[in-house]
């Protein structure tokens, strides 16, 4: 593993140095985004939480691009949140709003492809994000039920194969630790291939592999059909987790969850959007899920529908509802139903 990240970086380099020499065009520019609600808890298999509400913002992102030319690039973005996690008392914990580094990277531009370093995004999820659209109402599956990360630290190149962009890819070499520092020996290794008949649908195939510390290491599979225009965009997700034991005692699991989302516009400033998610065994990790904690002893179902109101160009109110429908656990139970009323406010500026 370690020679195949040496070829990659000398492959770069390489590159870099060979085709470097530009003017020199410097621009830059801030930009940002906020993310507030109001949200209504019904109904919680978690009773604790049953009947709280309240004001909170989920995201705050603050970003400085800057061009040195037609060739290189960087990003810098902030992002301030409260961790929307319970605490140990099975309660959110209070509300503090904590700003931490979203992305750091340089880019490099060299014909139709592109090669970057730092903290950024990995292929996992990029094109599904794009296509969903909604990340303001919630976060894609893989990033939602905490099976994946939507940043990494490493090195990474994408772009497509033809001027046409029917064929495209996107390879990173990451240390596995999303935003965070390195804390183990292991890296993770992720690609996509993505074919686009016609600018608006995309199929993608995705894999990676990441080596873990600790009992198990895990691969993901994953397969997205998308169609994205101006008025509709909806998609199809499957995908499967396996965490797969380092030794005799840690037990493999394999994680599995479909997804179907569609949204469109029924006025100019109006669109009306939806998904589901079925999780197909109970997740783990899913008390850990930020804003929206999930049981992790039985399988689940989750509808997300909104309404999608444009007041500007750059302001969106979205009344929302997120609903989860669990099934018998091994013990023969069915938790309690969670049931979430929110109205999100979305503005940017630029």
Same mark, same amino acid.
Request: net charge positive.
């Given at each position: 593993?370690?020679?195949?990240?040496?070829?990659?970086?000398?492959?770069?380099?390489?590159?870099?140095?060979?085709?470097?020499?530009?003017?020199?065009?410097?621009?830059?520019?801030?930009?940002?985004?906020?993310?507030?609600?109001?949200?209504?808890?019904?109904?919680?298999?978690?009773?604790?939480?049953?009947?709280?509400?309240?004001?909170?913002?989920?995201?705050?992102?603050?970003?400085?691009?800057?061009?040195?030319?037609?060739?290189?690039?960087?990003?810098?973005?902030?992002?301030?949140?409260?961790?929307?996690?319970?605490?140990?008392?099975?309660?959110?914990?209070?509300?503090?709003?904590?700003?931490?580094?979203?992305?750091?990277?340089?880019?490099?531009?060299?014909?139709?492809?592109?090669?970057?370093?730092?903290?950024?995004?990995?292929?996992?999820?990029?094109?599904?994000?794009?296509?969903?659209?909604?990340?303001?109402?919630?976060?894609?599956?893989?990033?939602?039920?905490?099976?994946?990360?939507?940043?990494?630290?490493?090195?990474?190149?994408?772009?497509?194969? @033809?001027? #046409?962009?029917? /064929?495209?890819?996107?390879?990173?070499?990451?240390?596995? &630790? *999303? !935003?965070?520092?390195?804390?183990? +020996?292991?890296?993770?290794?992720?690609?996509?291939?993505?074919?686009?008949?016609?600018?608006?649908?995309?199929?993608?195939?995705?894999?990676?592999?990441?080596?873990?510390?600790?009992?198990?290491?895990?691969?993901?599979?994953?397969?997205?059909?998308?169609?994205?225009?101006?008025?509709?965009?909806?998609?199809?997700?499957?995908?499967?987790?396996?965490?797969?034991?380092?030794? @005799?005692? #840690?037990?493999? /699991?394999?994680?599995?969850?479909?997804?179907?989302?569609? &949204? *469109? !516009?029924?006025?100019?400033?109006? +669109?009306?959007?939806?998904?589901?998610?079925?999780?197909?065994?109970?997740?783990?990790?899913?008390?850990?899920?930020?804003?929206?904690?999930?049981?992790?002893?039985?399988?689940?179902?989750?509808?997300?529908?909104?309404?999608?109101?444009?007041?500007?160009?750059?302001?969106?109110?979205?009344?929302?509802?997120?609903?989860?429908?669990?099934?018998?656990?091994?013990?023969?139970?069915?938790?309690?139903?969670?049931?979430?009323?929110?109205?999100?406010?979305?503005?940017?500026?630029?």
């Amino acid at each position: 593993m370690n020679k195949t990240m040496w070829i990659l970086f000398l492959l770069i380099i390489s590159t870099i140095l060979i085709t470097a020499q530009d003017k020199k065009e410097t621009t830059g520019k801030f930009s940002g985004y906020m993310v507030g609600e109001y949200y209504n808890i019904s109904d919680h298999n978690n009773k604790d939480l049953k009947g709280q509400h309240g004001f909170q913002f989920r995201r705050i992102y603050f970003t400085y691009d800057y061009k040195f030319n037609s060739k290189f690039s960087t990003r810098l973005r902030l992002e301030m949140n409260n961790d929307g996690k319970l605490n140990d008392d099975g309660k959110f914990d209070k509300i503090v709003i904590s700003p931490f580094v979203k992305d750091a990277y340089l880019q490099y531009k060299f014909g139709l492809q592109k090669a970057y370093f730092g903290i950024a995004s990995p292929p996992t999820f990029k094109i599904i994000e794009k296509v969903w659209g909604y990340r303001i109402v919630e976060k894609t599956p893989l990033d939602l039920q905490k099976m994946a990360s939507s940043r990494d630290f490493g090195v990474g190149m994408a772009g497509q194969f @033809d001027k #046409s962009g029917m /064929i495209k890819y996107h390879a990173m070499v990451a240390n596995g &630790s *999303g !935003n965070k520092q390195e804390i183990d +020996k292991g890296k993770s290794f992720m690609a996509s291939l993505s074919f686009w008949p016609i600018k608006e649908l995309v199929l993608e195939g995705y894999a990676d592999y990441a080596d873990r510390a600790g009992a198990a290491d895990t691969y993901i599979t994953q397969g997205f059909l998308g169609y994205n225009s101006k008025t509709l965009h909806g998609g199809i997700q499957y995908s499967q987790q396996l965490l797969k034991a380092k030794d @005799d005692q #840690s037990e493999e /699991i394999t994680l599995k969850v479909l997804s179907v989302f569609l &949204s *469109g !516009n029924i006025l100019n400033n109006i +669109k009306l959007l939806g998904r589901v998610d079925r999780m197909l065994e109970p997740n783990p990790k899913g008390p850990d899920v930020a804003y929206t904690p999930f049981n992790d002893t039985a399988s689940f179902t989750e509808i997300i529908a909104g309404v999608d109101i444009s007041v500007h160009e750059d302001i969106k109110i979205i009344p929302n509802v997120k609903f989860a429908m669990y099934d018998e656990n091994k013990e023969g139970n069915k938790p309690a139903n969670d049931l979430y009323a929110n109205m999100t406010f979305y503005w940017r500026f630029k």
